[in-house]
């Protein structure tokens, strides 16, 4: 990591913070949960925008038709190509028990 300072001893660093948006991810096959990172001060459709191949989901649960969670992951990247809608999620606790 490197730090930068300017005259006026702000600092400048390559590291992005982020904060995390629980939200669900529907895919062509799957509907899908988990927590999309935001870069701070932007919006999540930003997020959504970039040009990246992938979309990074950390806590991230597939679940089958009856709501159940047939796969669990810490990190999960998902191909943007395959996601049919995205929108955040109304309780952050049902994210996170997947």
């Given amino acids: 990591m490197t730090i930068e300072y300017d005259e006026k001893g702000k600092f400048y660093t390559d590291v992005i913070t982020k904060l995390p948006i629980a939200c669900l991810i529907q895919t062509t096959t799957h509907l899908m949960r988990g927590f999309v990172h935001v870069r ?8 959504l925008e970039r040009g990246e191949a992938f979309l990074a989901v950390t806590n991230a649960s597939i679940l089958g038709s009856d709501k159940e ?6 990190f999960m990247a998902i191909s943007r ?6 929108m955040p999620a109304e309780d952050e606790n049902e994210v996170s028990k997947g």
């Fill in 40 to 47: 701070q001060g932007e919006r999540f459709k930003n997020e």
């Fill in 69 to 74: 969670v047939l796969f669990s992951a810490p």
């Fill in 81 to 86: 190509t395959q996601i049919v809608w995205v």
